[in-house]
């Protein structure tokens, strides 16, 4: 049975990823979180899941420095520590889409560095899920002001198919490059406001993030719309 490290395995996404390998039976899950002794995790794994990166991109905008630190140097340190081991990383469509910002720079010098080992990356774009609503769908439902623009169109995806389709690429040991996960499509945020009934306003640029060649079983963006109708409900009744 393989063993399979699962950095940021606290994380939103990364404890997601966690609960499919374990719940998967085929692998042996070494779940890393901040503080563990990576070396050590990693030197006993077969494969490494990279999802510890921060998604915070606000925060790199305003601590630069802290965030290369967090993101850039700690891809380098456990790029080297699985130099016997198939590493994944997780990483974001910003690597493609924000080359202008601070978190998009060092988003993709991380795949930059996991790309010399031939490593695969996994890009994902805006999820929701877990019972958690952020970014522009938090903002949306709290009728607060959201800093893009409305014309932004993003291809949310259920974070928990984001990460059973990471787990089902394990088993491809020759799967590798860079793949971008996401709904089929995308739906701008002012249509999604209209649709839920929201009254945010919106100030900013346009910082559409679609997938490029999702997968064939990529979700319906229905679902984002379900979803958000769901939490919509249950905050009324509290």
Excluded: W
């Amino acid at each position: 049975m393989k063993s399979v490290a699962v950095i940021g395995a606290a994380g939103f996404v990364g404890s997601q990823i966690a609960s499919c390998i374990a719940k998967s039976r085929k692998y042996q899950l070494v779940p890393l979180i901040r503080g563990d002794d990576l070396r050590a995790g990693i030197e006993r794994s077969d494969i490494v899941i990279h999802a510890a990166n921060s998604g915070k991109r606000f925060y790199a905008k305003n601590n630069p420095y802290e965030d290369f630190v967090d993101s850039v140097e700690k891809t380098a340190r456990i790029s080297g520590f699985a130099e016997h081991a198939r590493l994944i990383l997780i990483s974001s469509i910003s690597a493609r889409t924000q080359l202008d910002t601070v978190y998009g720079r060092n988003r993709r010098s991380c795949e930059l560095i996991a790309g010399t080992t031939g490593s695969l990356i996994v890009r994902l774009g805006p999820m929701y899920g877990a019972g958690k609503s952020i970014g522009a769908l938090s903002d949306l439902l709290e009728n607060r002001t959201v800093y893009v623009a409305g014309s932004t169109r993003y291809a949310y995806a259920d974070v928990h198919y984001n990460a059973s389709k990471i787990v089902s690429f394990l088993g491809d040991k020759e799967l590798s490059g860079c793949i971008e996960l996401g709904a089929e499509r995308g739906i701008s945020l002012q249509e999604l406001r209209d649709l839920v009934g929201s009254t945010s306003l919106f100030e900013g640029q346009d910082d559409t993030q679609v997938p490029i060649s999702p997968p064939d079983d990529a979700p319906d963006i229905e679902g984002v719309i379900a979803y958000m109708e769901s939490l919509k409900e249950m905050k009324g009744q509290q």
